[in-house]
Nanobody
Framework: QVQLKESGGGLVQSGGSLRLSCVAS????????MAWHRQAPGKERELVASIAINGNTNYADSVKERFTISRDDAQNTLYLQMHNLKPEDTAVYYCYAHALPFPSTWWQDYWGQGTLITVSS
């Protein structure tokens, strides 16, 4: 199985910056796509950014030019650098990984428990 643990959330003022980290642990053969999703109060969970194993990235329009997703596969860690945070970025941020648990041959989706970011105006 794969466990994902996020860190780095908290309270920040509008215009501020934060960096989220997500460490993958457990028994797995490989991790393909990783991503950050978020869910604001009363809203559905949405994709923030994703990064493929080859480094290709994809961002929600609302975070382009402000957020940067990256990964360190040697450390099994996913990052999200966030700048110019806005009150509308307030949400619980979830780490996601598409991984191959050992010794299975089936790729599966895994989620972290989430970390709360609150942006004050």
């Amino acid at each position: 199985q794969v466990q994902l643990k996020e860190s780095g959330g908290g309270l920040v003022q509008s215009g501020g910056s934060l960096r989220l980290s997500c460490v993958a642990s457990g028994s797995f053969s490989a991790i393909n796509t990783m991503a950050w999703h978020r869910q604001a109060p009363g809203k559905e969970r949405e994709l923030v950014a994703s990064i493929a194993i080859n480094g290709n990235t994809n961002y929600a329009d609302s975070v382009k030019e402000r957020f940067t997703i990256s990964r360190d596969d040697a450390q099994n860690t996913l990052y999200l650098q966030m700048h110019n945070l806005k009150p509308e970025d307030t949400a619980v941020y979830y780490c996601y990984a598409h991984a191959l648990p050992f010794p299975s041959t089936w790729w599966q989706d895994y989620w972290g428990q989430g970390t709360l970011i609150t942006v004050s105006s």
